[in-house]
Each structure stands twice: as C-alpha cells, then as structure tokens.
C-alpha cells in the first residue's frame, strides 16, 4: 500500500506522541535510525512524548534505556506509561493492607511508589489472603505461567477484591513475524474464566490520551489537532488516538506488518490519517 514519509507528515503539527515497542524499539532494541528523528524534532521545535502501555518498568528506567541508547532527549518526564495511571489510582483507593501483582519485582515499583506493601503471586499463600485487598496484572515476566495464572485465578474466586490492569496489550512482536502474549492478553482469559470486569489502565482507552494531553499542554498551548498520535497497532493505538480527536500515524515497523496493513485496516474499519513505513530517518 502507499506510504508516506514521516518527516513530511510531522512538521504539520506541534507535538508528537509515540508509542513505543514497534515505533521507537522492537525486540532487537532502539530501531536504527530513531535517534536523527528526535534530532530532526528538536530542531523544528516540535515537542514529543512517548505513551507506552509497559508497566514493566518505572518511566525513569524506561527513559534510560533511550539515553543509553543515544537519545538523551527522552528524559522521564517525556515518558508516560500506564503503569502511572494505575499507581495514581493506587495512591487513591488503597488505603492499607498488601497489593498482589502478576510481574516482576521490578514492575512493582508502581505499587510501591504508592506507599503500599507489595506481594508477588509466586510467594501467596491461598490460605493467607485476609489482607489483600488489590490484584495488580503488571507485566508478562517475573512468575511461573502455569502454577501462577491458577493461583490467580483461586485467589479471585476465593476472596472479591479490585483488580487492575496496568497494560492492556494482548500481544507484543517478539521477531519481525511473530508475537507472544502479552499481560493484557492474559488477564482477558482470566476474566473469560471467571466471568469478571477488571479495571484497566492504558491505550486505547480515554483516560491515556487525557493524561498525556495535559501534560502536554503545561509546556504549549495546544488543541488536540496540533498533535499527531504515532503507533504500529490499530487496535490500540490509533483507535485511541482517533476516538481522542488526534491525527494517527499507523507505522509497519511494528504489530501490523506491510502485507497485511491494507486488509487490517479494511476489516477493523479503524482508519489511520497517515500509513508510514517507520519513523526512523537515515
């Protein structure tokens, strides 16, 4: 299909939010190239963002992975992750007793960050729940898939309590053809199984694009058309940032993959303003 070059595309707008894995990096690493596209936008004065669904990590270790890799303009405060919406909602509705979570230890930062004792699925004890009062989906690493998800999945059916979704990516590409699941996909099947409603953190829902906007706005002045909204997943990414009022940039160096960008876009009716092949410039 016809693709457009991203310089073109950019210099139209005031502010750029990007998603991350497929756009910026992807299994290998930072995508080759990407460093002389933020070179390009800090010269054009065009300010950027990076909305990631990875609550893997805190936004200051994310931001470091970028720095090391030759981009030292992404500092934390560009980044913003749906790890930070579940912390604040954290901070807000938990008050006391221990937050379990399904992740790494280091993706439990968020919680902890919230004033709040943690507890990892992989050390719960099924007969020793009276205290907890949250379930935390943080990350796809960090437990054992089988033994894990089951605990889980009786921990839930033993005691009612709030569970939250801090990335809602069901997939992520681990080569340029192939994916795994992702921990949004995971707690989809435990709702399946247990016939619940988690709250959920992250594209393509609302909330995101509202965080980021207005983050955005504390620097410039800007309406919702003044920014363009980058990503490599249709179902994510550019149905949020089109439901948001945003132009969107679907990229195939990502999720959605060059021969099949036409008749993803054809079946999901999600229409992205732009298609490019990367934003990486060389």
């Given amino acids: 299909m016809k693709t457009s070059d991203f310089r073109s595309i950019v210099t139209n707008y005031k502010a750029v939010f990007f998603d991350a894995f497929g756009v910026l990096k992807n299994h290998k690493g930072i995508i080759p190239g990407i460093e002389n596209t933020f070179d390009f936008l800090d010269e054009k004065g065009i300010d950027y963002y990076v909305l990631t669904n990875d609550a ?81 989906f943080l990350d796809d690493e960090g437990f ?36 795994a699941i992702a921990i949004g996909g995971i707690s989809d099947m435990v ?49 949020g940032g089109n439901k948001f009022g945003m132009d969107t940039v679907l990229v195939l160096s990502g999720n959605t993959l060059p021969d099949n960008a036409k008749m993803k876009i054809r079946s999901t009716g999600i229409i992205p303003t732009y298609v490019c092949d990367t934003v990486a410039s060389f």
């Avoid at 992975?65 to 938990?94: C, E």
């Avoid at 016939?195 to 410039?220: L, N, S, T």
């Fill in 56 to 136: 893997s990590r805190s936004p200051a270790d994310l931001a470091r992975q970028y720095q090391i890799n030759g981009i030292p303009s992404l500092t934390t405060d560009k980044i913003i992750s749906s790890g930070m919406l579940a912390h604040d909602w954290l901070k807000l509705k938990i008050k006391k007793g221990r937050v379990a979570y399904l992740g790494t230890e280091q993706s439990a930062h968020y919680i902890e960050k919230a004033g709040l004792e943690t507890l990892s699925i992989n050390k719960l004890r099924l007969d020793e729940v009276d205290d907890i009062k949250c379930l935390v």
């Fill in 191 to 239: 709702e399946d199984i247990l016939g619940r409603h988690f709250i959920r953190f992250g594209k393509p829902d609302a909330q995101m694009f509202m965080f980021a906007y207005e983050k955005a706005c504390e620097k410039q002045p800007l309406n919702r058309d003044d920014i363009l909204m980058v990503g490599d997943t249709l179902l994510t990414d550019i149905i």
């Fill in 144 to 179: 054992d898939w089988n033994n894990d998800i089951n605990k889980v999945i009786n921990l839930l059916r033993k005691k009612n309590m709030s569970v939250i979704v801090a990335n809602t990516d069901i997939n992520y590409p681990v080569n340029r053809t192939d994916i």
